[in-house]
């Protein structure tokens, strides 16, 4: 089985881009690169994080500058050619790269700025998270972002963006300030609070829909250097008795407090010890964003709830819990991930999740459950874009495995775990865990609910003719049809 691209019209090369030296135009503005198949540096640069994603675009263009970007937009729209906008190349649904097409990378463009006396953050349309906490821990500062350092911020933050403060300071979407946008049209706005605060609106939690940041300006909090983390496996033998335990752990726990569950297998690497290797575990790690003799008190019980596999918890510099999880997510392995928002975790819903993962055909994969609320839920739901605000819990199955014959267990796993999980949720999906986005217009209405409407006008007044169609996508003809 192999990924299969967005259901979109096909777009065609004209006969002048077809041949494979043809863009002479282009490659003299840009002050990046252009690589075509043949190229060096071609194979590797068309490769993303997903081993599943094999695709071979006609041209890469490594955007070094804003002008680059309004480069390769103008050329990409002129030319009728399939666009791809690649951040960090982390999209689990393989939305950076594309077959035939032009794939126009950010990754040069990850400078990261701080203002240490605002604690204003600008930082590039390429940056990675790493970028961006090496910069702001400098000052003792961070912004909220996801718990895998090597993930791009700009995917990240557009589809929203959870991590290990976002219960104290709210989605990554949220420190959002403003951005400077390259639209469909090649033309460069900024998105902000006073001008075209409507794409602001739309930036915080619509996807790359409406045209190309550049750099994002956000808001950074005090954090660390030092915090108290909490990452201990404990039998996953036990696993119903110990998802209760820490449902009611998160009943009351304050905002400070981002954590969640995951049900996996101990992988057999040193780092455990060897009786362990292979057996069942529930991970319970939590983040505490404040003072760190505060955050052992009040994470304990996490530690405590059963006797621990193993337990690696302690006070440690914010940029170490940044970068814990990277080692488990290599590039080029085989992911297929979806989620679902879960209404709450009473009984019933532990015993199913913990179903799901009693039929997890890889040791590599995981059963999820995010706590949500705090910051998140405080924020008024028209506030932005993003869909799913006030959900307590989020259930994300992934499924991570090596060998391509076994695709279709794998996928199938996660697709009838979301399915039997459907009568405990509302429907809605965090959409940057989206499997394949099949469940299109369907998932993205049952996800938006009522901002769906706002977003395809959105949509029709910045990009009408769908040149950002490799994301979750809204489709602006749905508003000339209800039109
Ligand atoms: P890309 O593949 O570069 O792009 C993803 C999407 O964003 C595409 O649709 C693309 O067109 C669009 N896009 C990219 N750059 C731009 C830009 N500059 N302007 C406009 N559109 C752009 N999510 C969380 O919330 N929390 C987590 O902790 C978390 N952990 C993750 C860990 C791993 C290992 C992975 C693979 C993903 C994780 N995610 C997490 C999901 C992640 O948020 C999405 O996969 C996200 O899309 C990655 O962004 P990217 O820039 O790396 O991706």
């Known amino acids: 089985m192999t990924a299969p691209q967005t259901d979109t019209p096909t777009l065609s090369l004209s006969d002048e881009s077809n041949s494979s030296t043809s863009a002479p135009g282009l490659e003299r503005t840009l002050q990046g690169s252009l690589l075509r198949p043949g190229d060096d540096g071609y194979e590797e640069a068309r490769h993303v994080w997903n081993g599943m994603i094999d695709r071979h675009p006609a041209f890469i263009a490594r955007c070094h500058s804003t002008a680059d970007v309004i480069a390769a937009v103008n050329f990409a729209r002129e030319h009728n050619l399939l666009l791809a ?136 909090h005090p954090v660390g250097p030092e915090v108290m983390f909490v990452f201990t496996l404990h039998d996953g033998t036990r696993k119903r008795e110990i998802l209760r335990a820490y449902r009611d752990f998160c009943a009351a726990a304050p905002d400070d407090v981002s954590s969640f569950a995951i049900c996996g297998d101990v992988p057999p690497e040193e780092a455990f ?8 575990y529930v991970l319970l790690a939590a983040c505490y964003a404040g ?96 869909g799913g605000r ?35 949720s509302g429907g809605a999906e965090y959409l940057n865990f989206p499997g394949f986005h099949e469940g299109g217009e369907t998932t993205m209405r049952s996800t938006f609910g009522s901002h769906y409407e706002r977003l395809v006008a959105l949509k029709a007044k910045y990009d009408p003719h769908n040149l950002f169609r490799l994301n979750q996508n809204v489709d602006p003809a749905e508003e000339k049809a209800a039109a």
């Not at 879960?342 to 995010?370: F, K, Y």
């Not at 307590?392 to 999980?421: C, H, K, T």
């Open 390 to 424: 006030n959900a307590p819990y989020l259930l994300g199955v992934e499924a991570n495995w090596e060998a391509a014959e076994n695709d279709e267990s794998n996928v199938a796993w996660v697709r009838e775990a979301i399915d039997a999980m459907q009568p405990f």
């Open 291 to 386: 003072s760190v003799a505060e955050g052992k008190r009040i994470l304990d019980p996490l530690r405590t709830i059963a006797e621990p596999l193993v337990d690696f918890s302690g006070p440690m510099p914010y940029l170490d819990v940044q970068t814990i999880l990277d080692e488990d997510y290599p590039e080029g392995m085989r992911y297929y991930w979806k989620s679902l928002y879960l209404e709450n975790l009473e009984d019933a819903v532990v015993d199913a999740v913990a179903g799901l993962d009693d039929r997890r055909p890889s040791p590599l994969s995981t059963v999820d459950i995010w706590h949500m609320g705090g910051a998140i839920s405080r924020v008024p739901a028209e506030a932005s874009a993003f």
């Open 273 to 280: 010890p060897e009786a362990i290797h292979s057996h069942p």
């Open 85 to 220: 906008v690649r951040g960090g190349g982390h999209s689990v649904a393989g939305y950076g790269t594309c077959d035939g097409g032009l794939v126009i990378d950010l990754a040069p463009m990850n400078d990261v700025r701080v203002d240490p006396a605002t604690g204003e953050v600008r930082a590039g349309g390429g940056a990675t998270i790493a970028d961006l906490d090496r910069a702001t821990q400098a000052y003792g500062l961070a912004v909220p972002m996801g718990v895998v350092s090597e993930t791009g911020i700009a995917g990240l933050t557009l589809g929203g963006g959870i991590g290990w403060l976002r219960r104290k300071y709210g989605l990554s979407c949220d420190n959002l300030l403003a951005a400077e946008v390259v639209t469909a049209g090649g033309k460069r706005l900024t998105a902000s609070a006073t001008e075209n605060s409507d794409l602001l609106w739309a930036l915080r939690g619509g996807g790359g829909n409406f045209g190309i940041v550049t750099e994002f300006t956000f808001q950074a």
